[in-house]
């Protein structure tokens, strides 16, 4: 069973609907005992990262999903959910977040040259592969993505497994042995971004 996390911070129906093209069924999940019951679990997310962690905290969810990740099982978090599994993040002031994977979310550097970035990053742009990922099976070494964000990961090179270029370099796609992270929206990104759901699928 693929559990797709509600609490209440993403817009599930456009995951839900992305799986639904793939002919898979995905299972909402609000409560932390129901986590523990997938084999795979995504991690939606829009909106602030510390109302994020408040909700998910609230819930009792936050440590159902560390359990669940030390299980070995594939999880997967999408644009906020993918911030969240870092162990802080500067958004309006800062906060912890799951601490599944080393690093910090920090806003985009508008100063100096860069200050003429539009915040937020919105549209489609790359995703360059930068370590080979279950993932990316099957797919080229670069291809567009759908992005809506205003802050981004930064973590160590060896998690960094796509890259995108808005202004400067910033990493896109994350992966901690079973724990994968996409900033951009696979769900709203056609093809490519069913491929690589298809291929979580697959896991």
Same mark, same amino acid.
């Given at each position: 069973?693929? *559990? ?10 456009? !995951? ?9 069924? !995905? ?10 019951? /997938? ?15 408040? /909700? ?9 999903? *560390?359990?669940?990740?030390?299980? %070995? ?5 999408? /644009? $906020? ?21 080393? *690093? ?24 360059? !592969? ?21 802050? =981004? ?13 808005? %202004? ?12 994968? %992270? ?7 990104? =056609? ?5 690589? $759901? ?6």
């Amino acid at each position: 069973m693929i *559990g797709l996390i509600d609490y209440n911070m993403g817009n599930l129906r456009s !995951v839900s609907n992305a799986f639904e093209k793939l002919g898979t069924e !995905v299972s909402v999940i609000r409560t932390a005992e129901d986590i523990a019951q /997938c084999d795979k679990i995504i991690l939606p997310g829009v909106g602030a990262f510390k109302d994020a962690m408040h /909700c998910l905290k609230e819930r009792g969810m936050d440590e159902a999903i *560390g359990a669940f990740a030390s299980s %070995g099982k594939p999880l997967l978090g999408i /644009c $906020l959910g993918m911030q969240l599994l870092f162990e802080s993040s500067v958004e309006f002031g800062k906060s912890k977040g799951l601490g599944l994977i080393e *690093g910090e979310i920090v806003a985009f550097d508008t100063s100096l040259f860069h200050k003429r970035l539009k915040i937020p990053h919105m549209g489609w742009n790359t995703l360059y !592969v930068t370590q080979k990922s279950d993932l990316f099976k099957g797919m080229p070494e670069s291809f567009y993505l759908y992005f809506v964000h205003s802050f =981004h990961t930064h973590c160590d090179e060896k998690y960094r497994i796509g890259k995108t270029m808005y %202004g400067y370099e910033f990493p896109s796609a994350v992966q901690k042995d079973n724990v994968y %992270g996409f900033q951009p929206h696979p769900e709203k990104s =056609h093809e490519n971004g069913l491929k690589i $759901l298809k291929n979580f699928v697959e896991l």
